[in-house]
């Protein structure tokens, strides 16, 4: 599982920096240098790009995992470098960029889109499978979740709209309820389809969402 992201338009982020004359870069090591959006060819090539465009780059450095703790040390590790910039410029998911904001008296702005949490089906290929809406309802559908597959989020059979098997709003995905009929059919389970999903309760996705764990 990793986090899905992609990079904002170069004028996007010039925005974001307008009022720094000096900036610093953080890649991340894990997720983004796996999708090739903050890794360190990433970071070398917006360091020239903001340089190009009249920015100095006080510095640079990419993370092992942006979004864990250890991004306090490396804060600490190259305080110097990062003292002397206006603002830092974060090349990581939204979980990255927020981590470095809790540890650093500066502004701090994103370089990417964080788009999902996905599933790696291939070197390239990510799928979103869960949207954490707080109420799993994967057992009563074979283990298929109609909150993220459907796009239209339906818990009580298919709108109708599907072609070949495919979804009327996104024609290049599967319909969800049509893998749900199959995967129920094969456990010999489609009596099940007659039973009547109650609404979800949408309150467990109030955010943001908290959770305090009692120790043992």
């Known amino acids: 599982m990793i986090t899905i992201t992609e990079q904002k338009p170069l004028e996007e982020v010039r925005q974001y920096l307008d009022r720094c004359k000096g900036v610093y870069i953080i890649g991340c090591g894990t997720c983004t240098t796996m ?6 060819s990433e970071v070398l090539e917006m360091k020239d790009k903001l340089e190009a465009a009249g920015k100095k780059v006080t510095g640079w450095m990419v993370i092992p995992t942006a979004c864990d703790e250890l991004t306090r040390e490396a804060l600490a590790e190259n305080a110097k470098d990062i003292e002397a910039a206006d603002c830092i410029l974060v090349m990581a998911c939204a979980f990255g960029v927020q981590t470095v904001n809790f540890h650093i008296d500066k ?3 994103p370089a990417l889109n964080t788009l999902f949490v996905g599933k790696e089906k291939g070197p390239t290929d990510f799928t979103e499978i869960c949207i954490q809406c707080g109420e799993c309802v994967i057992g009563q559908y074979a283990g298929i979740c109609p909150m993220t597959w459907c796009a239209k989020e339906l818990l009580n059979g298919p709108c109708g709209g599907s072609k070949n098997g495919k979804c009327e709003q996104k024609p290049e995905h599967d319909c ?3 893998l749900i009929y199959e995967r129920l059919k094969k456990l010999g389970r489609l009596d099940e389809l007659k039973e009547f999903a109650p609404p979800k309760d949408y309150s467990k996705m109030k955010r943001p969402r908290t959770l305090k764990v009692s120790p043992l």
């Open 176 to 178: 969800a309820w049509i």
């Open 35 to 40: 999708q090739h959006t903050g890794g360190k």
């Open 107 to 109: 502004s701090v702005y």
